[in-house]
């Protein structure tokens, strides 16, 4: 094969590390569908945003205890609902 199509096929491939990250936001938008409006606001503010608990509960205006339930509650919900659904992987040499 020729330089430039070497050049074409290199510029058409999809980087596995984009391929990943792209399979894994939709993994997160499909289990935060499985959660109720108030775990997954839990689940994102402390999980994805990476803030603190106490912070989050005086924002949503709830106890402490409670955010860290919706947070339970939420991640159990999104890992029942990722085993039930198989994960493609990119093929390639292993």
């Given at each position: 094969?020729?330089?430039?199509?070497?050049?074409?096929?290199?510029?058409?491939?999809?980087?596995?590390?984009?391929?990943?990250?792209?399979?894994?936001?939709?993994?997160?938008?499909?289990?935060?569908?499985?959660?109720?409006?108030?775990?997954?606001?839990?689940?994102?503010?402390?999980?994805?945003?990476?803030?603190?608990?106490?912070?989050?509960?005086?924002?949503?205006?709830?106890?402490?205890?409670?955010?860290?339930?919706?947070?339970?509650?939420?991640?159990?919900?999104?890992?029942?609902?990722?085993?039930?659904?198989?994960?493609?992987?990119?093929?390639?040499?292993t």
């Amino acid at each position: 094969m020729g330089n430039a199509a070497n050049a074409a096929t290199a510029d058409t491939m999809v980087d596995d590390d984009e391929l990943e990250r792209e399979m894994d936001r939709w993994q997160v938008a499909d289990a935060l569908k499985e959660m109720s409006t108030p775990q997954g606001q839990a689940v994102v503010q402390v999980h994805l945003r990476d803030r603190p608990y106490d912070v989050v509960a005086a924002e949503l205006g709830v106890p402490m205890g409670t955010l860290e339930s919706r947070i339970h509650v939420g991640l159990r919900t999104a890992r029942k609902a990722g085993s039930s659904r198989r994960r493609i992987r990119p093929s390639g040499p292993t």
